[in-house]
């Protein structure tokens, strides 16, 4: 059974427009899978535009298109889509195939290593989330994190890399010393802020992996702090009550000034991978990059390097005193079973795809920073 709710007068001011409002929402529950409650006020716009669509085409207490009774498969062409194929008989959406891809479990979580300077260990993890699409192969982020955005699909998706990720790096911590685990980085996008009950969700996905809630950190992009609420800065204070780390992604690239540095819980700055990547060519850059590190230093908070792919960048860092790195120089993100290779003892100096970590940081010596 599909239910949808709408309520005067905030979702229509007569009969007709209620009724309409509440019709939409039942379409939105069918579509979400069914035996769910839906309210009009959470039916994504494009949903909305579909159901338009649909209307004149079908009764609305029909149910739509099943898998039972398959679209023809999604081409390169109509993968490229964005939201809302109208017509019930052509290709899945752009969107409907993120929600069919979380359903049919095509979504992989990868993981790239964050890596200590000080003696080259594996320190830290970043899970990257990446779609096996049954037709194009491996897609990678950018191409479906922008409308899983808009559409809210990845507050869900966030979620399922959480519990996944943390699943994970629990089952490997087993392995390593308590005083040397390995910390968990997750991207977390905005959208989940507007969840009120985000807190306990996540508290939720800890209890159930058992992770130590000291061992993960949510990575928020900066943008998230140039329009703060109130209801956020709350949110993020229940959140960091978990226990949790909070790192801002993309440090230095998201217009919100600093102030919220004052004020809020947060552990670790990212230097966005556009200034590491511009130190050579660009004196500006290089100024930024030292400034940032030496922010961090000052306001004690743990500065991690992102998209390091050369010696001579991490020379500088290094020289600079930025003491985690993360990025191409070391290794890129990679399935599970690679990274496990990775990071079991005994195989971290053994030669493998990845270039020996250790050596890394002895070749240092042979870049001049200036
Ligand atoms: P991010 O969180 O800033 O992640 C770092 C991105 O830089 C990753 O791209 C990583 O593969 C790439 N990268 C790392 N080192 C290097 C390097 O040395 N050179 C270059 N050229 N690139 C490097 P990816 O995996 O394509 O992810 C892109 C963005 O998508 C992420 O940026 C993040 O904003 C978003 N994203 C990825 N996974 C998730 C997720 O599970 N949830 C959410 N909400 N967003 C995600
Ligand atoms: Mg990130
Ligand atoms: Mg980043």
């Not at 017509?87 to 479990?105: A, M, T, V």
């Not at 079991?344 to 270039?355: A, E, F, H, M, T």
Request: hydrophobic fraction near 40%.
């Amino acid at each position: 059974m599909s239910f949808g709710f709408a309520c005067f007068p905030e979702d229509g001011s007569d009969a007709e427009k209620l009724t309409h409002a509440a019709d939409v929402a039942v379409y939105y529950s069918k579509r979400n899978g069914r035996n769910r409650v839906s309210w009009i006020g959470e039916v994504p716009a494009s949903v909305k535009l579909e159901f338009a669509g649909l209307e004149d085409k079908i009764a609305p207490t029909e149910e739509p298109p099943t898998e039972k009774d398959p679209a023809p498969p999604p081409t390169a062409e109509s993968s490229d889509k964005l939201p809302g194929s109208t017509d019930p008989g052509s290709p899945p959406s752009l969107e409907q195939q993120i929600q069919l891809g979380l359903e049919r479990n095509e979504f992989e979580v990868y993981y790239q290593p964050q890596v200590s300077l000080r003696d080259g260990e594996i320190v830290g993890v970043e899970a990257l989330v990446r779609w096996r699409h049954p037709e194009r192969g491996l897609v990678m982020p950018g191409e479906f994190v922008p409308l899983a955005e808009q559409t809210r699909l990845i507050c869900q998706l966030d979620l399922w890399v959480l519990e996944e990720a943390c699943r994970q790096v629990q089952i490997w911590n087993l392995d390593r010393p308590a005083n040397h685990p390995l910390m968990l980085s997750v991207n977390l996008s905005a959208r989940n802020l507007e969840e009120e009950r985000l807190p306990e969700t996540i508290a939720q996905a800890l209890a159930k992996t058992r992770l130590n809630p000291h061992w993960l950190q949510l990575e928020l992009t900066e943008t998230v702090f140039a329009e703060i609420s109130e209801a956020n800065i709350h949110l993020l204070q229940r959140l960091k009550e978990l226990g949790l780390g909070l790192a801002i992604d993309d440090f230095g690239t998201g217009f919100a000034g600093m102030n919220y540095l004052r004020f809020f819980p947060v552990d670790t700055l990212k230097i966005a991978r556009s200034f590491v990547q511009s130190l050579d060519a660009s004196p500006k850059s290089k100024a930024i990059v030292e400034s940032i590190i030496g922010l961090g230093r000052n306001l004690k908070l743990a500065i991690v390097a992102e998209g390091v792919e050369d010696g001579k960048e991490v020379a500088c860092l290094n020289a600079w005193g930025c003491k985690l790195i993360q990025g191409y120089y070391f290794a890129r993100p990679m399935p599970r079973a690679e990274f496990e290779a990775l990071i079991k003892p005994g195989l971290q100096n053994s030669s493998n795809s990845i270039p020996a970590l250790k050596k890394k940081p002895i070749e240092l010596a042979q870049f001049q920073v200036s």
